[in-house]
């Protein structure tokens, strides 16, 4: 399901959610203090939005399900000379790297369109080194109770139109064993959250 839907999003996905989430993206990537030789892990990469936000003297590694989606961010690497960014076709809940590989990992607004987030947050935590960061932007919803039933009951719509399930994302990662270090909610009406997180060795 992801990747057709994502097939279609491609030729679009910049001019739908380029300005839209940019705040996000932007904000993370000012929260992740990338230092040059760091090797990144962006899961979910998309058409390669973020690309512009990290530093040249970095590893930059994009994994994402979609041929489409990866085949735009080919394009944006080439167009703008990034020769440090590595793109690869993959699913994120079974990755081919190696444990221990990556020092800091984000997943902007992919863990909720993923289809097994719970095993995702596992391989996340796997090809990761002990001490590594890990960053996730999420459509959290509203806090007010009402519009948060509406919400519900859009959901089905969301799911089908590949914006991905209401997922708790916090309960997920403590059921994942991540230590939540630092978390906001973000952009116009407060509907995104961003989460900083640890490893916690277990
Ligand atoms: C909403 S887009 C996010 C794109 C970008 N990271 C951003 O900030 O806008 C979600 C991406 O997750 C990808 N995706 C869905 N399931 C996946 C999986 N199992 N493994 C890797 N990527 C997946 C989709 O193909 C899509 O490109």
């Known amino acids: 399901m992801p990747t057709k839907i994502y097939s279609l999003y491609s030729h679009f996905y910049d001019s739908l959610f380029g300005a839209l989430l940019h705040s996000g993206r932007r904000m993370a990537s000012i929260l992740m203090?990338?230092?040059?030789?760091?090797r990144i892990?962006?899961?979910?990469?998309?058409?390669?939005?973020?690309l512009p936000l990290y530093r040249r003297d970095t590893d930059i590694i994009g994994i994402d399900i979609s041929w489409d989606?990866?085949?735009?961010?080919?394009?944006?690497?080439?167009?703008?000379?990034?020769?440090?960014?590595?793109?690869?076709i993959m699913d994120a809940s079974e990755?081919?790297?190696?444990?221990?590989?990556?020092d800091k990992v984000i997943a902007s607004h992919s863990i909720a369109v993923i289809p097994r987030p719970?095993?995702?947050?596992?391989?996340?935590?796997?090809?990761?080194k002990?001490?590594?960061?890990?960053?996730?932007?999420?459509?959290?919803?509203s806090d007010d109770?009402?519009?948060?039933?509406?919400?519900k009951a859009l959901s089905p719509i969301r799911c089908k139109l590949g914006l991905g399930k209401a997922i708790n994302?916090?309960?997920?990662?403590?059921?994942?064993n991540f230590n939540i270090d630092f978390k906001d909610r973000i952009n116009t009406f407060k509907l995104v959250q961003i989460i900083k997180c640890r490893n916690n060795g277990v």
């Open 169 to 176: 994302l916090e309960k997920l990662l403590n059921s994942a």
């Open 69 to 88: 989606m990866i085949k735009r961010a080919r394009e944006k690497k080439q167009r703008l000379g990034y020769h440090n960014v590595k793109l690869c």
């Open 33 to 38: 203090d990338i230092q040059p030789g760091e």
């Open 130 to 141: 002990e001490n590594a960061e890990f960053f996730f932007l999420n459509y959290a919803g």
């Open 145 to 151: 109770n009402l519009v948060a039933k509406f919400e």
């Open 118 to 128: 719970l095993e995702t947050l596992k391989e996340i935590k796997r090809v990761c």
């Open 41 to 50: 892990l962006e899961v979910g990469i998309g058409t390669g939005i973020s």
């Open 95 to 102: 990755m081919a790297f190696r444990d221990n590989y990556f």
